[in-house]
């Protein structure tokens, strides 16, 4: 009988947990189905979200929804990034390929490009390049793409977020900034 629950659990999450709740939604929503691994960084970065001071109350609905989603892309662009560090290019390429459909920031997208170069998949990394040295430039169009009108302070909300993003998906990738980034790809 556990190997029932484990697959429900697996599948549905939490339904009392409005984070796992949401994310589980965007998830369905964009046609994305997580492995045990990728659930487990979703849970990680939802415990990270929930020890904010606000611990995700009173938060508006829209800025709730993106968090989530946010929350969604990190937790795959993690255990994305994991992979292709322990040479698991495959499962790494299968991850990376899930955050880039959430959000495909050129970082994610860098990521993509080695998972599939490591595995001689040349015409798709060099692809993957192209799009890569136009998206620097509408990064902020991605984010307002899902940024509804709705969002108190939209602006700024965008914004911000750009630059957390620039800055963690940067980093997580050993690279001191985007500027850096952006550089190596464009030699």
């Given at each position: ?48 979200l929930t ?55 050129p970082p ?80």
């Open positions: 009988m556990s190997w029932i629950s484990r697959i429900f659990r697996s599948t549905v999450g939490d339904a009392k947990d409005p984070i796992l709740k949401e994310c589980l939604s965007i998830q369905q929503s964009y046609g994305l189905v997580l492995d045990a691994n990728e659930r487990n960084y979703v849970l990680l970065n939802r415990n990270k020890e904010s001071p606000l611990r995700g109350l009173y938060v508006q609905k829209d800025i709730f929804h993106v968090v989530c989603l946010l929350t969604l892309f990190d937790s795959l662009c993690e255990a994305g990034v994991d992979h292709l560090a322990a040479r698991r290019s495959v499962r790494a390429m299968d991850t990376l390929e899930k955050a880039s459909k959430l959000l495909p920031w994610v997208l860098y990521a993509l490009m080695i998972a599939h170069e490591t595995l001689g998949r040349m015409e798709p990394a060099a692809k993957l390049r192209e799009t890569i040295e136009g998206g620097f430039d509408v990064r902020r169009k991605l984010l307002a793409d899902i940024v509804p009108p709705s969002v108190p302070e939209r602006e700024n909300f965008i914004a911000t977020t750009a630059q957390r993003l620039d800055t963690s998906s940067s980093l997580l990738l050993g690279f001191s900034d985007i500027h850096e980034l952006r550089r190596k790809i464009v030699e």
